[in-house]
């Protein structure tokens, strides 16, 4: 794109001041930002006047969970399927680490962070670890694990994981792919600027996984090494169990789009998404969304109806992704920290949220298909999520947690 052409862009979308600092930069600089002016969409910005209005939602119905008591029922058919189709290869696991953790607050990607008290323990070799007992569990299948990154943390991310030998997972079982990214803006939709010659980027929401894939060209290894399942599961619960092969086995036996594990609620108003349907299709309830008479509504055993909040970790039947691929994911506007160059150039980061970032994320994904399993897991034994330093859902609480599981730290 020529310079003429990007402040033609740039006036059209309202965003002149990126060129502010283009004559202080050098050839290179100038190049790459004329390039990422060419790739970013700009029209994106246009979605900060919605910020904080509610979706449009459609008629929300009661999606039963497969319980705790039904799945140790079948729980030795579950297993055995489980295990077969892991052994068959036809099961991959994919870590979700692009995000930023911004409410960590370290500058390192939140994988490498140390959660351990007497020897170094990070959140990657939780992760890893407990993938190894899959591994183990169906006579040493390594499965493929793939790792989403984005530009702004792969380089780490990589060089540590190589570093720590990649906690004793084959290296040529891990395929890393980087997410896209989306532009960062103020509260009036003006791209904040990271550098005089670079738009803030962030990356573009958790759902960004699979078109990810497909564009970095690994929909040809899926297809290659027949992986028919991929289980998808956040960076950031250190409890996490990928790819079990109880819960393999179930989403395999009932035939389902995608099996989603859930825990049962702590309390009515308790902070997470509900497992649902909506017009008939699976989908997640926000918990400001539950009307009273929601919260109200009873299941035929008496429970709450709408009793069982998702974990972020989700096993896909990958040809239905396929099918969905192409199809457009709504766009949520999220309030962020997001550094900036103030009018004097100097780089600001923030202490409290300051703008905009623009996210897709795997809840419309699920609603794109037709069924979903909901199979409850026990939170003290699956779930411990760090997004915050202290307090709920943190480095402290799941620690705890871990002690409770008998991990040493
Ligand atoms: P969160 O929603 O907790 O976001 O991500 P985050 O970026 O990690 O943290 P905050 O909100 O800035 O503090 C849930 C999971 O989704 C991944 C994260 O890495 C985490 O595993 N994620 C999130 C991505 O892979 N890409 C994204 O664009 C966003």
């Not at 033609?8 to 600089?29: N, P, R, W």
């Not at 499965?143 to 943390?153: D, P, Q, W």
């Not at 780089?347 to 199979?375: A, W």
């Amino acid at each position: 794109m020529t310079f003429e052409e990007a402040k033609k862009k740039l006036a059209d979308f309202g965003q002149e001041h990126v060129l502010k600092y283009y004559d202080e930069l050098s050839e290179d600089e100038k190049k790459a930002l004329l390039e990422q002016i060419d790739q970013t969409d700009f029209a994106v910005l246009e979605n900060c006047k919605h910020r904080g209005e509610a979706g449009k939602r459609g008629k929300f119905e009661p999606l039963a969970a497969m319980q705790l008591s039904e799945i140790e029922a079948k729980k030795d058919e579950y297993t055995k399927v489980g295990i077969e189709t892991i052994k068959a290869g036809k099961v991959a696991a994919c870590l979700l680490a692009g995000g930023m953790g911004t409410r960590l607050g370290s500058d390192d990607p939140k994988g490498m962070y140390n959660i351990g008290i007497t020897k170094d323990v990070y959140i990657f070799q939780r992760i890893i670890e407990n993938l190894l007992d899959t591994v183990k569990a169906a006579d040493n299948t390594y499965i493929h694990l793939f790792i989403m990154t984005s530009e702004k943390n792969h380089e780490k991310t990589t060089q540590f994981l190589k570093e720590h030998n990649y906690f004793g997972y084959p290296e040529d079982k891990i395929t890393f792919f980087k997410q896209d990214m989306a532009p960062a803006s103020d509260y009036n939709g003006k791209v904040y600027m990271e550098e005089k010659g670079r738009i803030s980027t962030s990356p573009n929401g958790n759902a960004g996984w699979f078109s990810s894939m497909l564009k970095a060209g690994l929909g040809d290894v899926l297809h290659k090494e027949g992986i028919e399942w991929i289980d998808i599961f956040a960076v950031d619960n250190v409890l996490q169990r990928i790819a079990d092969p109880c819960f393999v086995g179930a989403t395999v036996v009932n035939s389902v789009s995608v099996g989603a594990k859930v825990v049962k609620k702590a309390a009515p108003n308790e902070g997470v998404g509900v497992m649902c349907l909506e017009d008939g299709k699976p989908s997640i309830v926000e918990y400001y969304e539950l009307s009273q008479e929601m919260m109200d509504a009873k299941d035929e055993n008496g429970d709450p109806a709408y009793n069982y909040g998702v974990i972020l970790n989700y096993l896909f039947h990958e040809p239905e992704l396929e099918e969905i691929a192409a199809r457009a994911l709504p766009l949520h506007v999220v309030e962020k920290k997001i550094p900036y160059l103030d009018e004097n150039g100097n780089l600001v980061k923030p202490e409290e949220p300051n703008g905009c970032k623009f996210e897709q994320l795997v809840l419309d994904m699920i609603h794109e298909l037709k069924s979903c399993l909901p199979y409850e897991v026990v939170r003290e034994h699956e779930f411990a999520p760090i997004k915050n330093k202290t307090g709920k859902d943190s480095v402290e609480s799941a620690r705890e947690l871990c002690k409770k599981n008998n991990i040493e730290l």
